[in-house]
């Protein structure tokens, strides 16, 4: 076939497919145009989930009758006047393509005023020259986009049913809510509300509104600065996970954006906290000088990309991190608060963090144990291999007050009062009881020791060596990760042509399963590349390996320094892999189970 130049229409209606591919698409352009317009009111609504029908109102500035006929004029526009302008851009629309882009592929009418004298009607049908007219109308904009699509079947016929268009709708409507929580929106269809929310004095009520006020107790407040970002909102704690990212909001200089750096960032300050799969909301919100961030690499604006993608990402992990984790405050001399009388004392958060007990069996003999030795030379070398996790984490100002832990209990109202099954602690506090999984509350403790870089644990050497047997593949990967493994207490030498020979293992570790812990860790080396996700995985494998287990009968010191240790870790709501450390039964939950109305 011979090459011809297309035909002006069909070439703006093949154009617009790359800013408008569904209803969605058009409700975030005309919402966006509201916002940078001033708007502190929006209003959609909807016909058929959008497809027949999308209407969006708003109180904005208007445009005077030049700037709306002009404004369905491909690549006109009021934002930019020089490509150098677009390093700099700060409003949400600038390329000029939205209104011609949805006027083209549906019949198109926008009426407007600045509220001064007339307003203007502008008619477009499906990218047809447009129609200007005097119209009576409030200042603000109306813009009304009926039968999408109707003139470009082929694209027509790939959208979905009503209720998931409204439900792409409503998505990206709360994103935009959430990132202008200044601005009351509005979502409706056939006299139903979809979504109403009133203008919010701040992002926390604002979040309230959306996730209802149970959710927003359990998000916690977001301040951090680094080199050019400053990161601030809300992010939930590790307890409250959804099964995707649609409760994820994160903005760039008010932009609401899909970056996949970003929500990667997310992901590493949640690792080791939640399961795979699982998503903690996040009201995110991310200043950075515009010259720092490309704005136009994509028609859709939703794609962003920095000058910096590692600093962008490292500054979304420890912020959130940051607001997530806790340290237990200074000691402090104080009294007890007046209460109930038990029969042994409560635990008390003022004599610091204890050693971990060695929860060993009673008839094993007591070998004296040689003098434990620093990692910190380990480290040293092996730090172009794998940076320790300690090593990115800001330092905490001083004093530091921890936040909520949620529905955990202060530590001062507990009472240990036993063991159940070999497997479970049971911990009073003044009108309930709580279960602890011993197993997985101490690993969350040791992990959170291991993570610290003001108490490292130390390596201790075995008066017997434990050999391990591998396989073929094992013991080749082994010879090759020795000094890798030494980075975290694994000191082991070849002995034979299958097996190594371990004599010093992290502290932790001491009479616990050593073999099972070194394959494990053997695994983590093997099946992830170098940095923070094979660190990760390798200290949550020591952890596990270091913990009680269940059946193992503790004693009571043991039972609450265990406790204790568990409640002053920085994350103690979930073990390192996301699953509940403890439930809670209330006294009267068990009255009514006793027939005590």
Not at 28 to 37: H, M, Q, T
Not at 453 to 464: D, F, K, M
Request: aromatic share 4%; hydrophobic share 40%; glycine share 8%.
């Amino acid at each position: 076939m011979n090459i011809q130049v297309l035909d002006p229409l069909v070439a703006q209606q093949v154009a617009a497919g790359e800013v408008v591919d569904r209803p969605a698409s058009v409700v975030k352009e005309l919402v966006e145009n509201s916002l940078d317009a001033g708007a502190t009111r929006v209003e959609v609504e909807l016909g058929d989930g959008g497809t027949s029908r999308i209407l969006v109102r708003d109180d904005g500035s208007g445009m005077p009758a030049e700037d709306a006929r002009l404004s369905v004029v491909r690549h006109a526009t009021s934002k930019i006047r020089t490509a150098g302008d677009i390093e700099s851009v700060t409003t949400l629309g600038f390329r000029g393509e939205a209104l011609p882009s949805v006027a083209s592929v549906s019949a198109f009418t926008l009426t407007t005023s600045t509220g001064d004298g007339a307003g203007t009607k502008v008619v477009v049908d499906g990218g047809s020259p447009a129609e200007v007219s005097s119209a009576a109308h409030p200042q603000g904009t109306t813009v009304l986009v009926d039968r999408i699509f109707y003139n470009v079947p082929a694209r027509r016929a790939f959208l979905k049913g009503a209720r998931s268009e409204r439900a792409a709708i409503t998505e990206t409507l709360t994103h935009l809510a959430t990132a202008h929580p200044e601005v009351a929106f509005r979502l409706s269809e056939n006299g139903r509300d979809y979504l109403s929310l009133p203008v919010a004095s701040d992002l926390l009520e604002r979040l309230a509104q959306i996730h209802g006020v149970a959710k927003a107790r359990a998000m916690r407040r977001v301040e951090y600065t680094s080199g050019a970002f400053e990161v601030a909102g809300y992010a939930a704690l590790p307890s409250l996970t959804e099964g995707s990212r649609a409760h994820q909001t994160i903005s760039v200089n008010g932009r609401f954006v899909r970056a996949d750096n970003l929500n990667r960032g997310l992901d590493d300050a949640y690792r080791q906290t939640v399961p795979s799969g699982r998503y903690p909301p996040a009201a995110l919100r991310i200043t950075v000088d515009p010259r720092r961030v490309d704005v136009n690499v994509h028609p859709t604006k939703q794609v962003v990309r920095f000058s910096e993608e590692r600093a962008a990402r490292g500054s979304v992990a420890a912020a959130v991190r940051e607001a997530i984790e806790w340290r237990p405050p200074s000691p402090i001399a104080a009294p007890h608060q007046a209460g109930r009388t038990f029969m042994q004392d409560r635990l008390s958060p003022t004599s610091g963090r204890p050693h971990a007990p060695s929860f060993a069996a009673e008839d094993r003999p007591a070998y004296p144990a040689p003098p434990a030795r620093s990692l910190q030379e380990a480290r040293e070398r092996m730090s172009e291999a794998s940076r320790p996790l300690s090593e990115i984490r800001e330092p905490y100002p001083e004093p530091y007050e921890p936040p909520e832990r949620g529905d955990l209990p202060p530590l001062e109202d507990l009472r240990v009062i036993g063991q159940l099954a070999a497997g479970y602690i049971l911990v009073e506090e003044p009108e309930s009881l709580w279960v602890v999984d011993q197993h997985v509350a101490h690993e969350r403790a040791i992990l959170d020791r291991l993570n610290d870089a003001e108490s490292p644990a130390g390596v201790q050497s075995l008066l017997i060596p434990e050999v391990v047997e591998l396989s073929a593949s094992e013991a080749m990967k082994a010879a090759e990760s020795l000094e890798e493994l030494s980075v975290y207490g694994f000191e082991a030498e070849p002995f034979g042509p299958r097996s190594m020979r371990v004599t010093a293992v992290i502290s932790t570790l001491a009479d616990r399963d050593i073999a099972g812990a070194f394959k494990d860790a053997l695994a983590a080396v093997s099946g992830t590349g170098p940095g923070h996700s094979r660190e990760d995985r390798i200290l949550a494998t020591i952890a596990c390996h270091s913990a009680v287990k269940m059946g193992d009968r503790l004693s009571q010191p043991e039972m609450e320094a265990l406790v204790k240790d568990w409640l002053t870790s920085r994350l103690p709501a979930t073990c390192p892999h996301g699953r509940s450390i403890c439930f809670r039964l209330g006294i009267n939950e068990i009255g009514r189970k006793l027939d005590r109305h």
